[in-house]
């Protein structure tokens, strides 16, 4: 009786997964026969098959298949898939962060090589050792296909290679690899602090009055042992040299500090890039250091046999935080539940979430609407003759009256539609008053450009205040010889040249031109129209006959602009009924769109 039970217990639990050839009837079992049939083979336990067939087949209660359900799933019914009203879990996500801080390391120098020629006959040849190898340079790029800074996020410090050291033979050494940095299209990049080792070296030359200057004994600073100890750190003796020979060394002058000639690239201090448009070729931001001298060259006539390298820098550190906003023609603003994402998805391809609930949109989503298929003749152009293909539509989260006070999900957002050219402004026509709604939305919008402005001023006063403190940092200073003796640093740029260069604009990516300052239109004069959803919904006529109406008197001066500045954009307003759900009245949008991005 035990026996049974403990099969009958077997059988109805653990029997399909464990001895799927016992269990005729699970679908494991199923393809193993299909198996063995297709090989023609005979299956190891056929017998115990055929045993357990036989004598437990009447017995062995029925499965229970529904407990198995996720491990067999039924079909799905493609009929019921309806791309305007989804299923909840039908829908595309992507890890998502617009901003962040960024530490870059350029790659240091590798060190220079002592190494002397050996050869049979010539026991104590001249020197051979190779210069160190130039550390890796960092570059960025901005690119179409990444749309999120999250993965520069999750690194936070970003090293290019160290240059390797040089070798016997006169063998320089290898320069190390270069760090590409791929950002979105949008990003805009300010400094933060910058660290440059060899603009420390500079002034620590000036304040020594001459680079490798040894304190004399004299010097209130120099004890009997210092004396002749000014950077030593910067020299290496040869291999298997002690302390004390290190003490006991004199070594010459230390050779100027010495810039790639790489630097001439590199955009001024501090550095305020708007990287709106894709970049062909990659922009150097930090010239990796020079690597350090093999002993060849400090031969002198008297010293013929030099036993001493420099070591190589050490690499420019910056500080950057990078912001992005997405680009798109259009920007959906609306509270939240109103439809944008319905209204994107009817107007794009987009596979954005979509739910009966507030807040389903947790981050921003672009969709493009294709005006030309190039099926035949372009279907719209624009004013300019130039042929328009296609335009984006950035759909964000929803922001709630008073966001500004970071109720729901606050204002940040909305950097990612304050640099569309047409804003299209979301209303539930089922949700009570439209004009209330859209009045709420605009005094949002407001705050934002408000908080934006106060942003803005705060940003140039502390770039403003830490230049005064900052070094003076010239990389287009023409390139010079580092064992030039007796050379004078640069000299120090003044306070007014900084200021001159902070309000000087940014240098382009690739050809060096400079570009308009970080400065962006007031959101309230950008052209703006009402896209009024869910009109397929009863009683949302009367609600949508007083938007018309409101929209009217706005655009007649009658009625105060929404945003209450006077010269706010009321050329044309438009309110458009539309259901998105049935992709009815959506049709309209397009053209509306295309003709205020060319007005
Ligand atoms: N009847 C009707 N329902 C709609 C229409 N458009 C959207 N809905 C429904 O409204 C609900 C909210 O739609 P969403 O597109 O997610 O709204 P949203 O503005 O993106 O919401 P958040 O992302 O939370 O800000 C969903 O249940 C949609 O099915 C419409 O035109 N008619
Ligand atoms: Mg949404």
């Not at 299923?87 to 220079?112: E, I, K, M, R």
């Not at 590199?266 to 020079?290: C, F, H, I, N, V």
Request: aromatic share 6%.
């Amino acid at each position: 009786m035990s026996t049974f039970a403990g099969s009958r217990l077997l059988s109805s639990t653990l029997t399909p997964f464990l001895y799927p050839c016992l269990d005729s009837t699970s679908a494991s079992s199923r393809q193993a026969a299909r198996r063995i049939r297709l090989r023609g083979g005979t299956p190891s336990c056929t017998r115990w098959q055929s045993t357990a067939t036989t004598t437990q087949e009447d017995e062995r209660p029925a499965v229970d298949v529904s407990q198995y359900d996720h491990l067999n799933p039924q079909p799905v019914d493609v009929s019921q898939y309806d791309h305007l009203n989804p299923q909840p879990v039908d829908y595309t996500t992507n890890p998502f962060t617009d901003s962040c801080t960024l530490t870059l390391q350029a790659g240091s120098g590798g060190h220079g090589c002592i190494s002397f020629l050996r050869e049979k006959y010539i026991e104590n040849g001249p020197p051979n050792g190779g210069d160190g190898g130039t550390g890796g340079n960092i570059y960025i790029q901005a690119v179409r296909g990444e749309t999120s800074l999250h993965k520069l996020a999750r690194r936070g410090i970003l090293k290019a290679e160290r240059g390797r050291n040089g070798e016997g033979g006169g063998r320089g050494g290898r320069r190390g690899e270069d760090v590409l940095i791929q950002v979105p299209v949008g990003t805009i990049v300010r400094e933060v602090s910058r660290y440059d080792p060899l603009e420390e070296e500079t002034l620590d030359m000036r304040k020594n009055k001459g680079y490798g200057r040894d304190l004399k004994d004299d010097d209130p600073d120099a004890g009997p042992d210092q004396s002749r100890k000014w950077r030593r750190d910067k020299w290496l003796l040869y291999p298997g040299a002690l302390p004390r020979n290190f003490s006991a060394a004199d070594f010459p002058a230390l050779p100027r500090p010495r810039r790639s000639n790489l630097t001439a690239l590199q955009p001024e201090a501090p550095l305020r890039l708007d990287l709106d448009k894709p970049m062909s070729t990659p922009m150097l931001l930090a010239a990796g250091a020079m690597g350090g001298l093999g002993n060849p060259h400090f031969v002198t006539k008297s010293i013929w046999r030099p036993k001493y390298a420099t070591k190589g820098d050490e690499g420019l550190q910056l500080q950057l935080q990078l912001e992005l906003k997405l680009l798109a023609d259009v920007g959906l603003v609306g509270l939240p539940n109103a439809g944008k994402s319905t209204l994107l998805r009817a107007l794009t391809n987009s596979r954005t979430r979509i739910g009966d609930w507030a807040f389903t949109t947790l981050s921003p989503n672009i969709g493009t609407v294709v005006l030309d298929t190039f099926a035949g003749r372009p279907t719209l152009s624009s004013a300019s003759g130039e042929r328009r293909t296609n335009f984006t539509i950035a759909d964000i989260p929803g922001l709630i009256e008073d966001a500004h006070l970071d109720r729901g999900l606050g204002l940040g957002f909305l950097r990612h539609i304050e640099r569309a050219a047409v804003l299209a402004f979301v209303v539930d026509l089922s949700a009570g008053d439209a004009v209330q709604a859209l009045k709420a939305l605009w005094t949002e919008v407001g705050e934002y450009e408000k908080l934006r402005e106060a942003e803005q001023n705060s940003e140039s006063e502390r770039t403003a205040d830490s230049e005064e403190g900052m070094m003076a940092y010239r990389p287009n200073a023409p390139f010079k010889s580092s064992i030039y003796p007796g050379a004078e640093p640069e000299p120090v740029s003044t306070h007014e040249e900084n200021q001159q260069r902070l309000q000087d604009t940014v240098l382009d990516a690739q050809a060096g031109r400079t570009l308009p300052a970080l400065s962006l239109p007031a959101i309230s004069t950008k052209p703006w129209f009402v896209v009024a959803t869910k009109a397929d919904l009863p009683e949302t006529q009367q609600n949508f006959e007083q938007l018309r109406v409101y929209l009217e008197k706005v655009q007649k001066g009658e009625e105060e602009h929404p945003s209450g500045k006077r010269n706010a954009w009321r050329k044309r307003l438009h309110a458009v009924p539309v259901s998105a759900m049935r992709k009815e009245g959506v049709e309209s949008i397009p053209g509306l769109v295309v003709g205020l991005l060319d007005s």
